[in-house]
């Protein structure tokens, strides 16, 4: 069975420049998990899906981040205008409903300069 | 105060020491308890989990969780180099997980 998968692995943009990055969870996955990873530390989450509605993203810094699950399944993560700051690893993981563990994908690694 | 605090180490040991991970943590609403191991440049891989005080061995690893005293701790017996990683402790309270930073462990040949 597949894993998460996300998608690019690496990434290099000059700061205020837009980033997307793309996740596809194991497949019958209802819930989907963007998590922040600076280095030495832990994972932060971002925002959790149930299905296709975002049910917690308090910790989404909404001016310039954005997120959509279209159709409950692939998840996209957007930064506009990208900054400094933002560099590090983004996380995603999935996770079948009341389930004890969630899967996590490789990562995207975001170097903002 | 973080709801769960670890040690971020750096740990050294030889190959074939005992190792002790722990964490901490204050929320009395967690449930269920996991280590994640996280190789350089990789995502966390869950290595075990448990919801109950008590322990729990899986092959060289042994998961040990306190409640009454909020504090989880990983063994591992008979360290091998390929051990050498970041070891995230991570609880779980309804659907939403909280980690700690991550002991990077290092098991020297």
């Known amino acids: 069975e597949a894993g998460v998968v996300q998608s690019p692995r690496y990434k290099i943009i000059e700061k205020k420049q837009p980033v997307a990055f793309w996740c596809n969870p194991i497949?019958?996955?209802?819930?989907l998990y963007w998590y922040l990873q600076n280095l030495g530390q832990g994972p932060e989450l971002l925002i959790r899906y149930e299905n296709e509605e975002a049910v917690d993203d308090s910790q989404l810094p909404k001016d310039r981040f954005s997120a959509e699950r279209l159709k409950g399944v692939d998840s996209t993560l957007k930064i506009q205008p990208a900054e400094l700051g933002d560099s590090a690893v983004y996380l995603c993981a999935s996770s079948l409903g009341g389930s004890t563990e969630a899967f996590f994908g490789q990562g995207t690694r975001l170097t903002v300069v | 105060q973080k709801e769960v605090e670890q040690d971020p180490g750096p740990l050294s040991v030889p190959e074939g020491a005992i190792v002790s991970l722990n964490c901490t943590y204050s929320n009395s609403a967690f449930q269920y308890f996991m280590w994640y191991r996280q190789y350089s440049r990789k995502g966390p891989e869950l290595l075990m989990y448990?919801?109950?005080?008590g322990n729990k061995e899986d092959g060289r690893f042994t998961a040990q969780v306190d409640k009454s005293s909020k504090y989880i701790s990983l063994f591992i017996r008979d360290s091998q180099p390929s051990d050498s990683a970041t070891y995230l402790c991570?609880?779980?309270?309804?659907?939403?997980?909280?980690f700690g930073t991550g002991t990077s462990l290092t098991v020297i040949p």
């Open positions: 448990t919801y109950s005080s």
């Open positions: 497949s019958g996955h209802n819930t």
């Open positions: 991570a609880m779980k309270a309804g659907n939403q997980f909280y």
